[in-house]
């Protein structure tokens, strides 16, 4: 154990922190309502010229998709997703808190996605309690962990939506043309910040040494390229899956085009707010010219990928009971 580490304790294990103020709890709730207000303002045009309601029009794109086929893509997916998932968890965990199974890490790790309705700290909160009880982890240690994996998603997500751009450059919208340059920005903030974990620049600056920086003061090179390589095939299903379950809704999009598509979405996916409000809208901004179509689309799609993971966290929830309580 390190000088910088305190013990696996009971106080420490789960850090009480103060609850957030009104404006952060109400942030999220303003966020969706903005972007709902967006998508029924570029839906009320088309709507008005057809004679119909916003939710009539909106209504017809619901009728027209053949929800057989599209369930058909969405839960095997969904179930892959899961699995790739776990994997990352278990890997990260392995590497920087304690030895834990794949087969232990998928019940815990389920059941996380219950709680993550309603507030992804809370899933991660039922992670740390898992390892404090199981395998004496304390709560910072955990946290530093999936800090980690949240890192190495934004560098796999900008990885891979250059290369999209790079495939598709004639293809994409002109706002696009400035990932390469996001990409740079990531490429050297991270260079920088690995030199510095490492101890080879502000070696006087100790503010490596909180406790949730843990995982990158011990982080290889090679483990964050290992994360990113385990979770590009949840990607490149997903690239799939999305462009046929688009097609189900009238819109034909190639496999390059979403491959430089998808990763913005799900950047817009991962901002807090019900219903992933950003994420539809950002499906509308790209294709504005079907903007019932994009808006049914980035609904479901989004949300029955939250749901049908609670689903799966449901099947796993008596087993993780077990787990964590006897």
């Known amino acids: 154990m390190s000088e910088t580490e305190p013990s696996a304790t009971s106080d420490d294990a789960l850090p009480q922190k103060p609850k957030p103020g009104i404006i952060k709890r109400l942030l999220p709730w303003l966020i969706t309502v903005a972007c709902f207000a967006f998508l029924y303002s ?3 045009g088309p709507a008005a010229a057809q ?3 916003v ?5 017809n794109v619901f009728a027209s998709v053949n929800w057989f086929m599209w369930l058909g893509l969405m839960i095997p997916y969904s179930l892959f997703f899961f699995l790739v998932d ?3 968890v278990w890997r990260v965990i392995n590497w920087f808190d304690a030895e834990v199974s794949y087969k232990n890490i998928l019940p815990v790790r389920a059941s996380t996605y219950i709680l993550s309705i309603l507030n992804e700290q809370l899933g991660k909160g ?12 304390p709560g910072w240690k955990l946290g530093s962990s999936m800090l980690f994996i949240m890192v190495c998603e934004l560098f796999y997500l900008a990885t891979w939506a250059n290369i999209g751009l790079a495939l598709q450059w004639e293809n994409l919208p002109e706002v696009f043309r400035g990932l390469p340059w996001v990409g740079m920005i990531i490429v050297a903030v991270f260079a920088v910040a690995f030199l510095y974990f490492k101890g080879k620049i502000l070696p ?12 990158f003061r011990e982080a290889k090179l090679s483990q964050y390229l290992v994360i990113m390589l385990l979770r590009s095939p949840a990607l490149l299903a997903a ?6 379950a688009l097609s189900l809704f009238g819109v ?4 390059m085009q979403m491959l430089g598509i998808l990763p913005v979405i799900f950047f817009g996916a991962s901002i807090p707010g019900p219903f992933r409000a950003v994420a539809v809208s950002l499906w509308v901004i790209l294709f504005p010219e079907f903007p019932a179509e994009m808006s049914a689309f980035g609904l479901v799609q989004h949300n029955f990928f939250i749901l049908f993971n609670a689903v799966i966290g449901l099947v796993f929830l008596r087993r993780a009971q077990k787990e964590l309580f006897e």
């Open 204 to 215: 006087n600056l100790k503010w490596r040494d909180k406790h949730i920086l843990h995982a």
């Open 252 to 255: 034909e999009i190639s496999y």
């Open 86 to 88: 776990s994997l990352i």
């Open 126 to 137: 039922a992670m740390a309690l898992y390892l404090n009880r199981r395998e004496g982890v």
């Open 55 to 59: 939710v009539a029009y909106l209504g």
């Open 42 to 44: 570029r839906m009320a």
């Open 239 to 244: 690239v799939v899956v999305y462009s046929e």
């Open 51 to 53: 004679g119909l309601t």
